[in-house]
């Protein structure tokens, strides 16, 4: 048998010495120093997201691909595009022209209206023209934007048939991105200036609290972009393009639990675009941009079975082009077109969305269920004096989109 007795002996001669050493330390001694103060380390809390599934949740806890733009990263960035946003977001790219101001984009190789549904404020953006571009583009200054929420894959097409790729959904600016919570009133203004490209630009954000039952909100864009100059010094000729917008938002809470809500949305652009190079023919663009909703949303904790989401909406996208030259061949001019036929695309669409989420629970279980749908109309309008190509390849024309999801 081993014996552990020396073992214990010499574990109490340790504990001695060090009692003693403890002791003669003691004394010279002064005073202990005070403890450090902790450092407080902010909390980064996570992104929420409502585009996956209508319902409030971590972007992280998301059962589809999801990534959130905030404010914040766009106000780092200080793009001139959305290009500029999205060039970094999972899956995402983006389709442009540098003679125009217009964004179409990609998710996960599928592109256009009927494959990915952009949102502005929850209104659909159909525009779309056929050519040697993209087809289906939208106009929106990354100035005017709130926030965006990208969903890839085919759990988006709780937004209708026209999402089987993604929903892109932009959140213009609001009362919460110029004011903190204990905040009544205030103003935000921007201005930038450049000396190639980018010349001038204007923001100016403005809102108001009346306590928590209403507030309201406005912006007002002027931005001013000049042809560009490449390394060699060397002009590029239309690349610039002027922009004017205003912005204008209400929330309305007349009872506990009630809210409702519009947004009203002006923009114009006016650029001239030649084509994919300077042989092709010319075109003043002028380009009015619309959006308006109307929204209207209860829930409150007491009525779990009721979380009603309902809004309306109508954008529109008018493009006048004005011929001002023809191409190297002359193609135009031998159809009779003359410098100031115009061509005219316009296209409304209307719809409303409409879901409801009851949260119960059973067994221990919580529960979650949404249900809802949303309609949509779309309208386009082709009249085409300047040789019919527009007309051919974009007719006038509707469609009616109707969905249903749980």
Known sequence: MISRRPILSCRSGLLIGVSLLSLGSAHAQIAAPPPATPLVVPIALDTITVTSTKTEKSAIDALSGTSVVTREQIRRL????LSDVLRDVPGVTTQENQNDPAQAINIRGLQDFGRVNVLVDGARQDFQTSGHSANGVFYLDPELVGGIDITRGPTSTIYGSGAIGGVVAFRTRSIDDILRPDETAGAVQKWGFGTNGQRSLNSTALGARIGTAAD?????????NTPYRDGLGNLVRDTGNELTSGLAKFNLRPADGHEFSGTALIQNFDFANNGSSNAGARFANAVQADTYTLGYRFARPDVPLIDLSAKGY???????????SDTASGLYGNLGVRAGNQINYDIDTSGFDIHNTARFDTWGASHALTLGGDMVFDGVRTTDRAGGFGSAFTPSGERNLAGAFV
């Open 314 to 324: 109508y954008t529109t996208t008018h493009n006048t082009l004005t011929f001002l």
């Open 78 to 81: 200080q793009p001139s595009r």
């Open 216 to 224: 309201i909100f406005g912006q007002f864009v002027y931005r001013n």
